[in-house]
């Protein structure tokens, strides 16, 4: 069975920092392209950013580029986001996600608040 | 880059209804376009791939159709289980970006 498990979020300054995990199990990780998509309360989802299975390839939305860094580590099984320079409007569940063709499988989120 | 506008934002229908959901890209995107269902604290799930394909294990009663840029979503008839957002995305493979319209609310009269 797949699983996505995301880790790592919480309440932060602005322009802090913080970094999100997802662990995955089920599947053969370092096959797959991920992704993290974001949702701010009570509004719809936004994606954040992509890699590559081997890590080649990185995109980031324009809203977070130049702030977040995302990786990978395939002998860990394990996808990352680092979120620096946090702002109000990041406030966000924060969804990994496996893309094969489609993104088909999603964790359960993790809530990051950024508030004074 | 590119624009989905899905409507409505939100819509009251009964038991047995046939319930229908337009998005619509600002260029075409071919038949790059997938419909999610997301029920309140979950995360979402994909229901229709490639405009028209039915993933597996998804009830027959959702469907979808169109290319270019006008795509419908149906469900023949509502169930109260398919109460949810539901959310039109297209993908692009490079770079591959997604980018989700802004839902629709499906809620029982």
């Known amino acids: 069975e797949v699983q996505l498990v995301e880790s790592g979020g919480g309440l932060v300054k602005p322009g802090g920092s913080l970094r999100l995990s997802c662990a995955a199990s089920?599947?053969?990780?370092?096959?797959?392209?991920m992704n993290w998509v974001r949702q701010a309360p009570g509004k719809g989802l936004e994606w954040v950013s992509s890699?590559?299975?081997?890590?080649?390839?990185?995109y980031y939305a324009d809203s977070v580029k130049g702030r977040f860094t995302i990786s990978r580590d395939n002998a860990k099984n394990s996808l990352y986001l680092q979120m620096n320079s946090l702002r109000a409007e990041d406030t966000a569940v924060y969804y990994c996600a496996r893309r094969g063709v489609h993104v088909d499988y999603w964790g359960q989120g993790t809530l990051v608040t950024v508030s004074s | 880059d590119i624009q989905m506008t899905q409507s409505p934002s939100s819509l009251s229908a009964s038991v047995g209804d046939r319930v229908t959901i337009t998005c619509q890209a600002s260029?075409?995107?071919?038949?790059?376009l997938n419909w999610y269902q997301q029920k309140p604290g979950k995360a979402p799930k994909l229901l229709i791939y490639?405009?028209?394909n039915l993933e597996t294990g998804v009830p027959s009663r959702f469907s979808g159709s169109g290319s270019g840029t006008d795509f419908t979503f149906t469900i023949s008839s509502l169930q109260p289980e398919d109460i949810a957002t539901y959310y039109c995305?297209?993908?692009?493979?490079?770079?591959?970006?997604?980018?989700f319209g802004g839902g629709t609310k499906v809620e029982i009269k």
């Open positions: 260029q075409d995107i071919s038949n790059y």
């Open positions: 890699i590559s299975s081997s890590s080649s390839y990185i």
């Open positions: 490639d405009a028209s």
């Open positions: 089920g599947f053969t990780f370092s096959s797959y392209s």
């Open positions: 995305q297209q993908y692009d493979n490079l770079p591959p970006a997604l980018t």
